[in-house]
């Protein structure tokens, strides 16, 4: 899924690497020793806009852009706009976007140094202006602050909740950002469904779950979860995609196809919006 990159030396100081994605598709600046570095998760997020869309999207807590990005990369009708709270990781966005490697990108995504969880006016005043996308993809530090393990601030800054209300707090931005009938994805742990089907509700509908399993008869170690602005249909559960096949650490059929950009994981049901909203 990644592999380092040749590029020229001005473009990235010490303590920071770049990294390819989509077989070369598209490359990102990450700190080499701290923070966090993107993978799988990003590019499941990724996979949940159907191959044809169009649109604005909005990556919140972006980090490097990587989800964001590999949107854009498969989808070339698709403008992003990477939102990020942590400066030095709002500066690897930066970096990445002034790739050479990346100019075939760059017109269509912008940076936004902005906290996810800001209300109302404060939230526009910052840049999250309402009903402006018609996609939002989300990766939340979503393991417990009782699992901040690491010695890394920065990496526990994207790894951790540092409030209960997380869910809620960037549903909440989600909804007010999205235009009616947009798409809201998320990727999360299994342990924290019950948290976003409650900051869904009365939100989002058409809500459909799927599990990401390490292998087949492994439990979940993620739920990836899209829902509409404004739906009133039913909750689906899908089947589950699963990372790896065989013995070894490859990934198997469909994982390699999501990872790498050449399939999407659309939606099932095409929910509308209600009418009021």
Known sequence: MTKAADVTP??????????????GGFFLVQPSDAGHRAGMDAMLLAATIADGASGSLADLGAGAGAAGLAAASRLSALDVLLVERAPQMAECAHRTLRLAENAHLAPRAKVL???????????SAAGLMDASHDYVI??????????RTTPDPLKAQAHAMDSPELFEDWLRTASAIL??????????R?????????????????VEITPVCPRAGDDAIRILLTAIKGS?????LRDRIVIHEGEG????????ELANGRRSWPRRVKARASKQI
């Open 10 to 23: 001005q473009a990235v100081p010490d303590g920071y690497t770049v990294d390819a994605f989509h077989n």
């Open 113 to 123: 140094e902005a906290d996810v969880s800001l209300r109302g006016n404060a939230r």
């Open 138 to 147: 989300m990766n939340p530090p979503f393991n417990s602050g009782r699992d």
């Open 179 to 188: 235009k009616p009938g947009g798409q809201v994805s998320v990727i999360a």
């Open 190 to 206: 299994p342990e924290s469904l019950g948290e976003v089907l409650a900051a869904t509700s009365n939100r989002f509908g058409g």
């Open 232 to 236: 009133r249909a039913r909750p689906v």
């Open 249 to 256: 650490r490859d990934f198997s059929p469909l994982m390699n």
